[in-house]
Structure formats: structure tokens, C-alpha cells
């Protein structure tokens, strides 16, 4: 478990920090899954969600095995045996700061490190308010990624992370992404803004090498735990 502040999280060491405040929970080999305790938090039910997100994770990998042309469709599961690297964050952007300047963002351009995130988003997202960005890999060109007005507050979206980068020998390659401020002085500027984010990856003691049929290796084979280690330490977290 974990509390993140305000002006904490950067992706590097360089950049203007980031205007978010997270809370959280990552995964533990006993119990229910969960640190700490889901009674001793001001989020008791954070821990059906978690198992719920779990379930969603196991059929991503389902389809993706089949994706890939893997025979087992259950090939992913032995990765993702506890302790791995799951974790649910809660996600705060408070009201814009009167002192923000333009070089300060939400949540600055980055991939995410590991698995699939599966992202709720705050579905109030008049005038894209919500901020959050994609990038076209060919244009470069940053896309509002605004939730889907159909499925309300049972939509998600789902990024790539960057070892699956890794395991289909870049077939599959994450996106970089970025949540930006709404306009100063706006209505959207003065309210807060929240998200939550479910965060996956292996245990740290699975190795990660290409595929079965994804050709000649472009990637030596590494951990989960140093490819993770090996990604926290170019960022300022």
C-alpha cells in the first residue's frame, strides 16, 4: 500500500510534476490478496473490485493467447500466480491550481510499464475535461480518448503495457499516453477529477522471453521484477 502526492510523480527526472494525488493497494501472496487489510482502510471495497478485475484480466488473456496463435488459452495464468504484480490505484486530480503553469500536466506522457491496465474512468467528461490522450504511433498526433457514452460507468480502457512489447517480439507495442489539464478558468478547472486504475503484471520471478511463433527474438529474456526495476529506475518515482 502506498499514498502518492501531489507533485510526487514524474516520469522523469526532468519533467514538471505531475497534478495527481493516488492511493495504493498492491497484491500479497496470503489472504485475501490485498495490503493492507481491506478493514483497516477507508476502502473496504476495493477488494471486490480487485477480484472482479481479475476475472476481467484472466479473459484478456484468454483472448490474447488465441490472439497470438498460442494452443493454450491459459498460458498467461502460471505468470500471474501470487505475489505477482497487480495493483489498484486510486486516482485524485484535484481542482487545477491558480499557479499551475503550462508545463504542468495531470499525468505526463509515459507507457505503462507492465501487463494490461484496465482504466475506469471519471464518466463525467463534458468538453473533455477528462484530459486523457493517446498517441498515434505513425502521426504522433495526441487523440482524446473521452469514455464511451453507451456503456456509461460499465466502460473500460484497456492499454498495453510494455512487456507485452517483449512477448510478441513487438508485434504488440504499448502507447504512449497522457492525461492533460483542463482549461484555466474553465468549470472543469475548479472540480476534482478521479479514476481508477488496475494495474497488472507477473510475479517478479517470471521470466519474460518472446512467444512461441513470434519469430527471432528481438529482446534478451529478463524477470518481470528487473524488467520493472529496470523502468522505475529512469523515472523519478
Given amino acids: 500500500m502506498g499514498v502518492e502526492a501531489v507533485a510526487q510523480s514524474v516520469e522523469g527526472v526532468e519533467a514538471p510534476y505531475d497534478l495527481v ?20 482502510t477507508p476502502f473496504p471495497s476495493a477488494e471486490q473490485y480487485v ?40 486516482a485524485h486530480y484535484p481542482p487545477l491550481p491558480a499557479d499551475a503553469n503550462a508545463g504542468h500536466v495531470r499525468y505526463g506522457e509515459h507507457t505503462d510499464y507492465s501487463g494490461f ?15 486523457l490522450q ?17 456503456y ?13 512489447k517483449r512477448w510478441t517480439n513487438d508485434r504488440w507495442m504499448s502507447t504512449n499516453h497522457r492525461v492533460m489539464n483542463p482549461e484555466k478558468g474553465s468549470e472543469a478547472a475548479k472540480k476534482s477529477r478521479f479514476s481508477v ?6 510475479r517478479a520471478d517470471a ?8 519469430g527471432q527474438s528481438k529482446h534478451a529474456p529478463i524477470s518481470a521484477g528487473e524488467h520493472l526495476a529496470q523502468k522505475l529506475a529512469r523515472s523519478n518515482v
Avoid at 21 to 40: A, D, I, L, Q
Avoid at 138 to 148: E, H, T
Avoid at 152 to 164: C, R, S, T
Avoid at 207 to 214: A, H, K, R, S, W
Fill in 21 to 40: 494525488e493516488n492511493f495504493v493497494f498492491r497484491c500479497e501472496e496470503n489472504g485475501s490478496g490485498m495490503e493492507p487489510p481491506w478493514e483497516k
Fill in 51 to 90: 477480484v472482479h478485475m481479475e476475472r476481467v484480466l484472466r479473459t484478456l488473456h484468454e483472448i490474447s493467447a488465441i490472439a497470438l496463435g498460442l494452443e493454450d488459452r491459459h498460458y498467461f495464468d502460471s505468470f500471474y500466480t501470487r505475489p505477482n504484480g497487480n495493483a489498484l490505484r486510486l
Fill in 117 to 131: 491496465t484496465l482504466l475506469h474512468q471519471d464518466p463525467d467528461d463534458s468538453a473533455g475535461a477528462g484530459g
Fill in 134 to 150: 493517446v498517441q498515434d504511433p505513425q502521426s504522433k498526433q495526441w487523440i482524446p480518448v473521452s469514455p464511451i457514452a453507451d
Fill in 152 to 164: 456509461g460507468e460499465a466502460g473500460f480502457v484497456v492499454n498495453i503495457g510494455d512487456l507485452w
Fill in 197 to 202: 486504475v488496475f494495474f497488472t503484471g507477473p
Fill in 207 to 214: 521470466m519474460i522471453d518472446t512467444l512461441p511463433g513470434q
